[in-house]
């Protein structure tokens, strides 16, 4: 039995990436994961399932949720509820697993509090940018794109680390174009407006970056192509590159505090990036330099009456 699992952890998975941190020498599975896609969420489960059994002393499940959104999910859609089921989750699905075994779970993301006027405050910022091609405006967004875009689309640097654990590689589209997960998207297409109009843990970035810039942008020039380079510098910098970098330094702290390995509930596009930051030494930094945000993972504390089976 125990060679049949070795056997099975030696294969890769689709839309997981497992590597060594570099500044803590643990093993860490990032999971990318299409939210609410039901092939998502049990993708979830299983890692966490797998790395229980593999690594007896599983450190922690860390997931891409903050304290407000995550306790805001749990009273308007509490676990074993019809509407938990309506809109289950990757990340609760990950979490009831973590319960059953007793592993700690961590909530990783920024907290909407402090990170939603930050989306408001580039937004306004790359409006000036964008009426200042001669003040450095154009400049600067170029220079946003520069820094971001080329490792968002090409991995290569990524894919060479020797911290990948062996048959490891970055997650692509090909990890996404399975049957179960084109099945998926359909449920996904679904649960995203329900999780919205029920107020339970909508990923928020696509549609907080969209509605931000609507508002920065004024006028005609809503409708024009500038309106989509604010929403593609939005998404490239502060909901991938700054989450990115309190995302990762999560993952590392609770991977030092536990002294144990890790697995990470991850939206996909954060795979990638995120890898990249825990496969260098240096502290990640790119929310602390644009906004003095120096935050990183809150530990859950489960209630008493928590039944872990209900999140199943």
């Keep these: 039995m125990h060679h049949l699992l070795l056997a099975s952890l030696s294969v890769r998975s689709p839309q997981v990436l497992r590597l060594r941190d570099a ?11 299409v939210h609410y896609n039901p092939a998502s969420v049990a993708r979830a489960k299983e890692e966490v399932a797998l790395a229980s059994k593999r690594d007896r002393s599983l450190g922690a499940v860390v997931v891409e949720s903050c304290t407000s959104r995550w306790t805001t999910s749990l009273e308007k859609a509490p676990p074993g509820s019809l509407i938990a089921n309506l809109v289950c989750s990757e990340m609760q699905g990950a979490a009831g697993v973590a319960l059953q075994k007793g592993v700690p779970i961590m909530l990783g993301d920024a907290d909407a509090g402090a990170f939603l006027p930050r989306v408001r405050q ?19 967004i170029v220079q946003d794109f520069g820094r971001t875009l080329p490792g968002t689309l090409n991995p290569a640097d990524v894919a060479g680390s020797e911290l990948l654990l062996e048959g490891e590689r970055p997650i692509g589209i090909q ?17 995203y407006p329900a999780a919205f109009a029920l107020k339970a843990p909508l990923p928020f970035a696509a549609l907080a970056a969209f509605l931000y810039a609507l508002e920065a942008l004024q006028g005609a020039a809503r409708a024009g192509p500038t309106g989509w380079v604010l929403v593609a510098r939005l998404l490239l910098v502060a909901f991938l590159e700054e989450r990115n970098a309190e995302l990762a330094r999560s993952i590392r702290r609770a991977a030092a505090e536990k002294d144990a390995p890790v697995v990470a509930i991850l939206g996909g596009l954060h795979v990638n990036g995120v890898a990249r930051l825990l496969l260098s030494e240096a502290t990640p930094d790119a929310d602390s330099l644009a906004y003095d945000r120096v935050a990183d993972g809150v530990w859950w504390e489960p209630p008493p009456e928590v039944d872990a089976s209900k999140w199943l």
Excluded: C, H, N, Y
């Excluded at 500044?23 to 994961?33: A, C, I, N, W």
């Excluded at 990890?175 to 649960?191: W, Y």
């Design 23 to 33: 500044t803590t020498g643990q093993q860490v599975s990032l999971v990318g994961t």
């Design 122 to 140: 580039l937004a306004q910022q790359s409006v000036r940018d964008l009426v200042s091609p001669f003040a450095g405006g154009w400049a600067a």
């Design 175 to 191: 990890d996404f174009l399975k049957p179960e997960m084109l099945v998926g998207f359909l449920f996904s297409l679904i649960r």
